[in-house]
């Protein structure tokens, strides 16, 4: 089946414009995660939804960094007055299960640059 | 929260050859470990995983060895081939609190033949 689909594969911006990434998780799969991949860096958690719950938050660097999950399915995140080093790959991955020790599916990501 | 660790962060071995990635974690209520493998301008994939109740797992070339006392797990890939060549992430989760998986920082393996 179709797995985590992310858009735009890639993103190029000006410095101080708003951007924003989509993913549509794998059906079915209640679970959804943002990580952030600088260049040659791990994997950085950014926000975590489940089902209705209110989402984990935590990871997310500055306020200029929200996210959405409409409907349960597709997630947007959104990150205003881009700067230089935002600049990264943003994946998303969706699991089965509520992310406890469920393997994560992840996208191919999308690699934003800010010039 | 959560710290993992992760060594080497590069890794050249010659195909045939096993390689060995070490990674440690600081939360001791951690139970999941799972190992990502992720290939240029692709999403980690999932290679293999171990729960905090098993010491090792094996899946044909691969093994994954857990010691929750020192708080250390390791990944083995044996018979090494050009196609092992990526990034390699280890990751811990725990049972309560934050959800999201804490990665290692990463390591690349490059398998010469």
């Known amino acids: 089946g179709a797995g985590v689909s992310q858009s735009p594969s890639n993103k190029v911006t000006e410095k101080g414009k708003d951007v924003e990434l989509r993913c549509d998780p794998i059906s079915g799969h209640t679970a959804l995660y943002w990580y952030r991949q600088s260049l040659g860096q791990g994997l950085e958690f950014l926000i975590y939804?489940?089902?209705?719950?209110?989402?984990?938050k935590s990871g997310l660097p500055s306020d200029r960094f929200s996210a959405e999950r409409t409907g349960g399915s597709v997630s947007t995140l959104t990150i205003q007055r881009t700067q230089q080093e935002d600049s990264a790959v943003y994946l998303c991955?969706?699991?089965?299960?509520?992310?406890?020790?469920?393997?994560?599916?992840f996208g191919n990501g999308t690699r934003l640059t800010v010039t | 929260g959560e710290n993992v660790e992760q060594h080497p962060s590069t890794l050249s071995v010659q195909e045939g050859d096993s390689a060995v990635i070490k990674c440690t974690y600081s939360?001791?209520?951690?139970?999941?470990f799972p190992w990502y493998k992720q290939e240029l301008g692709k999403g980690p994939q999932l290679i293999i995983d171990?729960?905090?109740?098993?010491g090792e797992k094996k899946d044909q070339r691969i093994a994954v060895t857990l010691n929750k006392t020192a708080k250390h797990f390791s990944l083995h890939i044996t018979e090494t081939q050009p196609e092992d060549s990526a990034v390699y992430f280890c990751?811990?989760?725990?049972?309560?609190?934050?959800?999201?998986?804490?990665f290692g920082s990463g390591t690349r393996l490059q398998v010469q033949p």
């Open positions: 939360d001791s209520a951690s139970n999941y």
């Open positions: 991955a969706s699991t089965k299960g509520a992310g406890k020790n469920s393997p994560l599916h």
């Open positions: 939804f489940q089902g209705n719950s209110a989402p984990d």
């Open positions: 171990i729960r905090s109740n098993v």
């Open positions: 990751a811990a989760q725990g049972d309560t609190g934050r959800r999201a998986l804490t």
